[in-house]
């Protein structure tokens, strides 16, 4: 994905796996369904850095924008390719190539959204990967931010019944743990990102957490009926305190003003 970060093709099996489970869904059609609402009806052009398999690409494509995935991993591309060949209709909309998000090679506002998401949570300081993306958010547009929520250190281990690993961390507010595909993944507040969003250049939006109440059910695989009810329920409290704050991921969004 980035320069520090594992090439996620050596886990691919079982990010798919996730990604087309409950848990992984929920995130990507909570994390697309906010991008969207804040692109509005127009057409844009869309950034995705850390692409992995396209999961995001896909669903902003199918609404109608212009899409470029960036990634990393070839493995990674490679299953992005085959993802987007099943969906020929959406293949005229879509750019994949492969790339870093310390180097990306794009000029400055060219992107009405950048989006980094399930990336920043394997480097170790997010300072620097949102300067780099920030400076590509184009007047009107927005920066999407999704990682891991410091705020909900333990919560997923409490659930499942891990005491000792979850009150470890909740005693000494670790920011490392490992992730759901066995990598150490790095948590940030979203005071933090909203400050360096702020940093930036960009006015923060209303933040999201993201997986409340079905993180800890990696075995989790609904029919379609609980899974839309399961989506609704989170999607009402991805945006109310308390219960943002126990979301396993954070979304931030952050804006650049337009110009008059």
């Given at each position: 994905?980035?320069?520090?970060?594992?090439?996620?093709?050596?886990?691919?099996?079982?990010?798919?796996?996730?990604?087309?489970?409950?848990?992984?869904?929920?995130?990507?059609?909570?994390?697309?369904?906010?991008?969207?609402?804040?692109?509005?009806?127009?057409?844009?052009?869309?950034?995705?850095?850390?692409?992995?398999?396209?999961?995001?690409?896909?669903?902003?494509?199918?609404?109608?924008?212009?899409?470029?995935?960036?990634?990393?991993?070839?493995?990674?591309?490679?299953?992005?390719?085959?993802?987007?060949?099943?969906?020929?209709?959406?293949?005229?909309?879509v750019t994949l190539t492969e790339g870093d998000v310390h180097t990306l090679p794009f000029d400055d506002a060219s992107f009405d959204a950048v989006c980094c998401h399930g990336v920043v949570m394997y480097l170790p300081d997010s300072a620097a990967p949102v300067a780099h993306l920030a400076r590509l958010v184009a007047p009107g547009g927005v920066l999407s931010i999704l990682t891991k929520n410091l705020l909900a250190v333990g919560v997923r281990e409490a659930l499942r019944g891990q005491y000792a690993s979850a009150q470890a961390q909740i005693e000494s507010g670790q920011a490392t743990s490992p992730g759901n595909l066995g990598l150490t993944t790095r948590g940030d507040t979203p005071a933090h990102l909203d400050d360096l969003a702020r940093a930036n250049g960009l006015t923060p939006l209303p933040w999201q957490g993201v997986r409340i109440f079905h993180d800890h059910r990696d075995d989790w695989a609904p029919q379609e009926e609980e899974y839309q009810a399961a989506l609704a329920l989170e999607w009402a409290a991805s945006t109310r305190s308390p219960y943002r704050e126990l979301g396993r991921l954070v979304h931030t969004l952050a804006r650049r003003e337009a110009t008059a």
């Open positions: 994905m980035t320069a520090a970060s594992p090439d996620f093709a050596t886990v691919g099996g079982a990010y798919a796996a996730y990604s087309n489970g409950g848990r992984g869904r929920l995130r990507h059609d909570i994390t697309a369904r906010r991008v969207l609402a804040e692109l509005g009806d127009r057409q844009a052009r869309v950034l995705d850095v850390g692409c992995g398999d396209a999961q995001m690409v896909l669903r902003l494509a199918a609404a109608g924008h212009e899409v470029t995935g960036v990634e990393k991993s070839a493995g990674m591309l490679t299953a992005a390719a085959e993802r987007l060949a099943a969906a020929p209709d959406l293949a005229e909309r």
